[in-house]
């Protein structure tokens, strides 16, 4: 999520003194916990259910995983809402934060924090019922230097994704591709490895900027 300064680096904007900011930034807080309200919105969205053969989602509550909790303000939401969640994010200056938060909630128990990259989650074959993944999945390609690379690393991280959701699951990821052509990349992994879905952009003239992707896997 893009804030007052412009859109956050990875990993600058989210070690040290910035982790502090980031944390301590009301404003942050509430747009991630608002965006966070509105994927649990696009999880049970009426469109992903007449796409494919199966139709409602069942049963409730669900093991959601938060790809790149940061420091804890969706994983907060998910878990607030009677979930229990799995959040994963590379940066211990940011998940230890939502570690901190966890000793406090009255929902701990609920709530499982891993340290680790979203390309290689430590998680069983089917074993989670759905993803969510608030401003950080385009992050997933930092480093990869040619397209090639790119796009390598995004479809072996759809594989993935892919392998330890149960059957039916559904991906909801809100990010911030930098240009159509990223965005592209993005898209066709999911594609490629059997996900159905769509797009939502509050403005669908803009190529770049906020991005929801709706997946629902095959
Ligand atoms: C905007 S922040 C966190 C947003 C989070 N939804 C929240 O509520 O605080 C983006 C996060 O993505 C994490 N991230 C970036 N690349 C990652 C990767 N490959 N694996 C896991 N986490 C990653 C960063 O460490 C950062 O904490």
């Known amino acids: 999520m893009s804030n007052r300064e412009g859109t956050p680096k990875f990993p600058d904007s989210y070690i040290g003194d910035k982790s502090v900011e980031y944390d301590n930034s009301t404003w942050m807080e509430r747009n991630q916990k608002k965006t966070s309200l509105l994927c649990l919105q696009y999880l049970r969205d009426d ?4 796409l494919g053969n199966y139709d409602v989602l069942d049963g409730n509550p669900y093991i959601i995983v938060d790809l790149g909790c940061g420091s804890g303000f969706s994983s907060e939401i998910l878990v607030d809402s009677g979930h229990r969640v799995i959040g994963i994010d590379i940066l211990i200056d940011m998940i230890s934060k939502a570690k901190t938060k966890k000793k406090i909630s009255e929902h701990k128990k609920d709530l499982e924090l891993i340290l680790a990259d979203i390309n290689h989650i430590p998680l069983r074959k089917a ?3 759905h993803i969510i993944s608030i401003s950080a999945y385009n992050f997933i390609i930092y480093g990869a230097k040619t397209i090639r690379e790119k796009f390598k ?3 072996n991280t759809a594989l993935y994704l892919k392998k330890i959701m149960k059957p039916k699951g559904r991906i909801i990821i809100e990010f911030y591709p930098k240009d159509e052509k990223e965005l592209d990349l993005f898209i066709s992994s999911f594609n490629s490895n059997d996900f159905d879905g769509f797009m939502i952009k509050k403005n669908p003239a803009q190529k770049a900027g906020q991005t929801f992707l709706l997946l629902k896997k095959q």
Do not use: E
Request: proline residues 0%; hydrophobic residues 30%.
């Open 47 to 50: 469109k992903l259910d007449s």
């Open 127 to 129: 074993s989670i019922n």
């Open 153 to 155: 690393t995004a479809n």
